[in-house]
């Protein structure tokens, strides 16, 4: 029986490491992420039941079990270099003529080109194949010893693959993806506990901790891209051979990693991750350019703390200091006022920032941001620019902490700010010019009446002149009413009447969302609107028969309930039908089959209740359509852990993405008979 529990279990580990090295080195996943937890239960199991099979190197084990008093120190047999920094090109240009010069050559040279992984550096040992120790850099002699966190890292096997030499230090950098970090922070903040403020400080953050059952719940990962100590083996000749080498031992590489020719084979590297950067699913802050020949490296040697033979090419920072020259607040479709800072124009990560919202008065107070201050600007990627932090040593005399206005800068109604919320609103409603300005746009976007062609600036010109109020007013506008507008042609006049007219036949989970009630996103709409199956029977139903509708809750039901008890409200429905506007009724939600056709879902990153193949065929049972990339036309992305660049793409675009769970409970409503 113990024979046949031994066989199982070597079994299971063996299966789980491939696994975890199909996952990390190959990002090639063979199974669901419900699989690999089938086969962690089936080894806990077998392991509790004879504890005899127990052994440090399980994959069980990467967890242990008792927070450590503090760290130990660890000393570098070969010290962990840092590297040069160059800023640009010229200063490439002078690194590898410097080389050239040393080592007295002509021609172009071979050099390994590596994106510069923004998180904190790791040594890790093995002997014998097995993870021994693992440390970080310190100050490059002298680390801490993080053998038990770096074990629960999954990216870091526990046994190196093959035949790995006597001892084998690889050396790399310990990271959190973008995706990882966001879902650590949202479950952060809806715990009410400390959000760090960048992947770094997380990555860094979560290694090291005392407790290493708090590193295994982080989403960590890892790249090697360099040796220390090496016995019994070679070392390779060349560093493209070193990336080979770490890669067939069983430890994650990166994939953007290439052999370049000369200094512009470099630079051309340098521009193309460029161009990538967003897009990829961890942060970079630059790229390091490594001469390819051992030989050559040995030659040139190191000048104090970093090598001769590479160098680390920064990209533009993505923080930059500032003025604040005024803070103003904006009026949104809600009468939500959010303050937004005006600044001095600076240069961030490629685009000229002159201002920044700041989101909400106590997000404002939180940082003490005050007219005069200088600041800290930040724009990661391609997401909004933002205020880090206020430089106090820098603070003017006689700055003011912001207040709160009294009345709406727009239309003068009274600010009122609800008990326990963060956001102070405009009672003007409809009479707030800006309220008005903001519905009609909402109403017209593309996910909602999608009328074609009507901006920003017209939906201004349209509430500006009075010519609209209301949706509704939008269906009686004439050819020459629009041509007498700025920047309107004749023809374009004549188009977006039409496209007004198409807007005529529409959904009614497009008008739900159009309306703009408050918290009703897109999957609501389309959730209300297969519960009720017409708009009467909605309007008709009380916020308990509304909270019967599959993930409404209290506040949502309330605010739908509010809407419609509007007489204001009601007054514009009658209006739209009366121009024309209409909605066929849905069937009721469980004669569908097809209820979400028309429907374009992306599905990115790993499900844990089911494979990628159970999903598509759920969707289309329900009428959806699957795609593999994510555009404009998608309605929905559908995030499983570790989701990288789609979602990445799908939060530029401001699409509607479903996490797991939301998903589940979207396939559940629309279940077909
Ligand atoms: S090589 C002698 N390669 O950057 C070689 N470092 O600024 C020394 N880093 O401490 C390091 N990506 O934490 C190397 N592809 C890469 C890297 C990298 C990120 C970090 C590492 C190092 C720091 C130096």
New binding site residues.
């Given amino acids: 029986m113990t024979d046949a529990a031994a066989a199982r279990v070597a079994q299971l580990r063996a299966e789980i490491a491939q696994h975890d090295y199909r996952y990390y080195v190959l990002d090639d996943p063979l199974v669901s992420d419900a699989e690999y937890d089938r086969l962690m239960q089936e080894l806990r199991a077998l392991e509790a039941a004879h504890p005899a099979l127990v052994s440090a190197d399980s994959p069980t084990q990467r967890v242990s079990g008792t927070p450590r008093a503090g760290f130990g120190e660890v000393v570098h047999q070969v010290p962990m270099?840092?590297?040069d920094n160059a800023f640009s090109e010229d200063d490439v240009r002078g690194f590898d003529r410097r080389i050239h010069e040393r080592l007295g050559r002509s021609g172009e040279l071979d050099y390994v080109a590596?994106?510069?992984?923004d998180g904190?550096?790791v040594s890790v040992i093995y002997r014998a194949g097995r993870l021994e120790r693992a440390a970080t850099?310190g100050d490059g002699i002298t680390g801490e010893d993080v053998t038990a966190n770096v074990r629960t890292i999954r990216a870091v096997p526990q046994r190196l693959r093959g035949t790995s030499p006597a001892t084998f230090e690889a050396r790399g950098?310990v990271f959190m993806t973008l995706a990882g970090f966001a879902r650590m922070n949202e479950l952060a903040r809806a715990r009410g506990e400390k959000v760090f403020v960048n992947p770094r400080n997380a990555a860094a953050g979560s290694l090291r901790q005392l407790d290493a059952r708090i590193t295994a719940a982080r989403p960590l990962s890892a790249f090697f891209?360099?040796i220390g100590v090496l016995e019994g083996a070679a070392a390779p000749a060349r560093q493209r051979e070193l990336l080979y080498l770490l890669r067939s031992l069983g430890l994650p590489v990166s994939p953007e990693t290439r052999t370049v020719r000369g200094v512009e084979g470099c630079l051309e590297y340098y521009r193309e991750i460029g161009a990538r950067r967003s897009s990829l699913p961890y942060q970079i802050d630059g790229v390091?350019y490594k001469l390819d020949s051992r030989a050559d490296q040995d030659r040139l040697g190191f000048i104090s703390r970093a090598?001769r033979w590479?160098i680390?090419h920064k990209f533009p920072p993505d923080e930059a200091f500032t003025v604040v020259r005024d803070i103003g607040f904006q009026v949104g479709r809600t009468g939500a006022l959010t303050p937004v800072a005006r600044l001095e124009p600076v240069f961030v990560s490629g685009v000229t920032v002159s201002s920044v919202t700041l989101h909400n008065i106590d997000e404002v107070h939180r940082k003490d941001v005050r007219v005069g201050d200088t600041v800290v600007v930040r724009r990661a990627g391609d997401v909004i620019p933002e205020v880090v932090s206020v430089v106090l040593d820098k603070r003017p005399p006689g700055t003011q902490p912001l207040e709160l206005p009294e009345r709406c800068p727009v239309c003068h109604s009274q600010v009122l700010r609800a008990a326990g919320e963060a956001v102070a609103r405009c009672t003007g409603g409809f009479t707030c010019r800006a309220q008005r300005q903001e519905s009609l746009r909402h109403f017209a976007s593309r996910r909602a009446l999608d009328i074609e062609g009507l901006g920003d600036k017209l939906i201004e010109q349209l509430v500006e002149r009075d010519a609209v109020r209301t949706p509704a007013d939008l269906y009686s506008l004439t050819t020459a009413q629009l041509a007498e507008l700025d920047r309107m042609a004749e023809k374009s006049a004549a188009n977006l009447i039409a496209a007004i007219d198409r807007s005529r036949r529409t959904t009614l989970p497009r008008l739900l969302y159009g309306l703009g009630i408050r918290e009703v996103g897109e999957a609501t709409a389309l959730a209300l609107a297969r519960h009720f199956g017409s708009l009467e029977r909605l309007m008709e139903s009380d916020e308990t028969a509304i909270q019967q509708v599959p993930d409404v809750g209290p506040v949502v039901a309330a605010h739908v309930a509010a809407f419609f008890a509007s007489e204001d409200h009601r007054r514009v429905i009658e209006a739209l039908r009366a121009q024309g506007v209409s909605w066929p009724d849905m069937p009721a939600a469980s004669a569908g089959g097809h209820s979400l056709s028309g429907r374009t879902f992306v599905i990115t990153g790993t499900l844990a209740a089911m494979t990628r193949e159970q999903a598509q065929e759920a969707l289309s049972a329900r009428g959806a359509k699957v795609a593999a990339s994510v555009s404009k036309k998608t309605s929905f992305v559908v995030a499983g852990s570790e989701a990288g660049s789609k979602l990445a793409r799908a939060r530029e675009l401001g699409l509607p993405v479903l996490d797991e769970q939301e998903f589940l409970a979207l396939l559940e409503r629309e279940k077909p008979p």
């Fill in positions: 270099l840092s590297l590596e994106p510069k992984l904190l550096a850099r950098e891209y360099g390091v090598p590479a680390a």
